[in-house]
């Protein structure tokens, strides 16, 4: 008969600065502890966790906790009396559990960070997102942490999970789309309609993204590559686009994080290789939602032109960075450098170069002369920013281009013949 005993003390105050490394290296112990109990769902194991590690410990007169788990055959488990996960933090957000006690926000963690840890390991990741994706409730836990925390700690682990589970299972992903209006589970049947949660993953993570965006940038990262991940499948585009506001709500923060919040004018051109991974995510979920709704109101062409603004500054910003990779490259090699030409173009700038084009390309072929005289009199349009913006743009969104400098000529004529020396294949042909 198979035996295995897990203990982890606490002392005092110590954190669990331990534990990632200790489940990390005993990852098939804890698979082991699953499959010896058939009916031992990741809920349960979680809910055990939760009540040694964060139920019990709460009080500070505690100076060590000793917790164990035994397994003596599959049919008994020396664990406390399960309680369920989200009844504990709908106990912690309701009751206030422990007031304003950084500690316990601290602990909820804990079995978030172990989740983490197994979805990292690829020999079990498997195992747990199928175990998750028989858990309907699961869904519900997460979006009610989402909708529901103010604590920026919380809601970036919490993100981690989803942005980790979504990656990893696309089927996942789907269910959690259409799982809006599903019953959770545990409720009664005969509940009537209202009073059942009707969480919806798009505004979960609308309202996680709006508590993090100041507090916690890792945080705001992650969540807007939730967003990325559902653009991704037609179902979460049209959870975006046909939410009850039409997407009004989803468009309008990242409008706002992008011509408001980051890559700003004041912000030194470095600042675009910190961004450069939330601004393609941002991008990216925009560019789907203009694609799909380029007829709502709040995506009309008079509305964009600072958005457009911000699209050329993020390109002239890293075309400075180039310039400056270019010149450290040949100063710390030169030979080398003088004889290619060029430096390797860092990946990630790639990917946001492609996605901020290709918005800006489907933008500018939208615009009237009325719109780019807006644009030209806000500051938003001029003549080196259109240079930048042809010098990217071509000559692959060649169209749209030409598109745009058709308008332009009925708008300011110097400006367009200007244009036309600087890029001669953009002269009309006779």
């Known amino acids: 008969m198979k035996k295995?005993?897990?203990?982890?003390?606490?002392?005092?105050?110590?954190?669990?600065?331990?534990?990632?490394?200790?489940?990390?290296?005993?990852?098939?112990p804890l698979i082991y502890l699953w499959e010896c109990l058939p009916s031992l769902s990741v809920l349960d194991?979680?809910?055990?966790?939760?009540?040694?590690?964060v139920i019990w410990p709460v009080s500070k007169t505690y100076a060590c906790l000793l917790a164990k788990m035994t397994i003596l055959d599959k049919c008994y488990c020396n664990i406390c009396v399960i309680r369920t996960l989200l009844l504990c933090w709908k106990q912690a957000v309701h009751l206030d559990f422990i007031p304003r006690g950084p500690?316990?926000?601290?602990?909820?963690?804990?079995?978030?960070?172990?989740?983490?840890?197994?979805?990292?390991?690829?020999?079990?990741?498997?195992?747990?997102?199928?175990?998750?994706?028989?858990?309907p409730s699961v869904y519900d836990c997460v979006c009610f942490i989402m909708s529901s925390s103010t604590n920026v700690e919380l809601l970036a682990k919490v993100g981690e999970v989803v942005d980790k589970l979504f990656d990893l299972d696309e089927e996942l992903m789907l269910n959690w789309i259409k799982n809006g209006s599903c019953q959770s589970v545990g409720q009664s049947t005969d509940d009537?309609?209202?009073?059942?949660?009707?969480?919806?993953?798009?505004?979960?993570?609308?309202?996680?993204?709006?508590?993090?965006?100041?507090?916690?940038?890792?945080?705001?990262?992650?969540?807007m590559h939730i967003l990325q991940l559902l653009t991704t499948v037609d179902e979460g585009i049209q959870a975006i686009v046909q939410s009850p506001d039409g997407g009004k709500e989803t468009w309008t923060l990242l409008y706002g994080l992008v011509c408001h919040e980051l890559c700003q004018p004041d912000d030194p051109p470095i600042i675009i290789q910190e961004q450069k991974s939330v601004l393609a995510s941002i991008l990216s979920v925009l560019s789907a939602m203009f694609a799909s709704q380029v007829q709502q109101e709040y995506v009309k062409r008079r509305?964009?032109?600072?958005l457009i603004g911000s699209l050329i500054r993020i390109l002239q910003n890293m075309e400075d960075c180039g310039k400056r990779s270019f010149d450290n490259a040949k100063k710390s090699q030169p030979e080398e450098t003088e004889k290619s030409g060029t430096v390797e173009e860092d990946f990630h700038l790639k990917i946001?170069?492609?996605?901020?084009?290709?918005?800006?390309?489907?933008?500018?072929?939208?615009?009237?002369?009325e719109n780019i005289l807006e644009g030209l009199n806000q500051g938003h349009l001029n003549e080196q920013k259109?240079?930048?913006?042809f010098q990217n743009l071509l000559p692959l969104y060649f169209t749209a281009v030409e598109s745009f400098l058709?308008?332009?000529?009925?708008?300011?004529?110097?400006?367009a013949d200007s244009l036309e020396k600087r890029f001669p294949s953009l002269r009309l042909q006779t």
């Open 352 to 369: 946001l170069k492609d996605i901020c084009c290709e918005l800006l390309s489907n933008m500018l072929q939208e615009l009237t002369k």
């Open 45 to 53: 194991l979680l809910k055990s966790v939760w009540e040694y590690w």
């Open 386 to 389: 259109c240079s930048c913006a």
């Open 303 to 306: 509305k964009n032109m600072p």
């Open 103 to 135: 500690d316990f926000f601290l602990h909820c963690t804990v079995g978030l960070v172990l989740l983490l840890t197994c979805l990292s390991q690829a020999e079990v990741a498997n195992i747990w997102v199928e175990r998750i994706r028989e858990n």
């Open 192 to 223: 009537s309609p209202e009073e059942r949660p009707d969480f919806k993953i798009v505004p979960c993570v609308l309202e996680a993204a709006k508590q993090v965006r100041s507090d916690n940038p890792e945080g705001l990262d992650v969540y």
């Open 406 to 415: 058709e308008a332009l000529r009925e708008a300011d004529q110097t400006l």
């Open 4 to 28: 295995w005993r897990m203990t982890f003390v606490k002392c005092g105050t110590c954190q669990w600065t331990r534990m990632s490394h200790y489940f990390s290296k005993n990852l098939m």
